[in-house]
C-alpha cells in the first residue's frame, strides 16, 4: 500500500508498525498519543516542522 499525505498516523501504523522507526527518526516522538493517531500525516508534519513529501518517500520506500 502506498501511504499518501491524508493517511492517519493510525492507520499507517495499524497497517505497517514497521514504519514507525521512520516517524520517530524524521521527529515524531509522540507516536504513542491518542491525539496523534486521528492525525494525517500532512497534519503532524506541519506540527512538527517536517516537509511531508520528503517523509512520504521514506514512508513508502518497500
Do not use: R, W, Y
Not at 499525505?5 to 521527529?27: F, R, S
Amino acid at each position: 500500500m502506498k501511504f499518501n499525505k491524508d493517511t492517519k498516523i493510525g492507520e499507517l501504523l495499524e497497517i505497517a508498525p514497521e514504519k514507525a522507526e521512520v516517524l520517530m527518526e524524521a521527529g515524531m516522538h509522540c507516536l504513542g498519543c491518542p491525539a496523534s493517531q486521528a492525525e494525517t500525516l500532512e497534519e503532524a508534519c506541519e506540527v512538527h516542522g517536517i516537509d511531508v513529501e520528503e517523509l512520504l518517500k521514506k514512508v513508502n520506500e518497500e
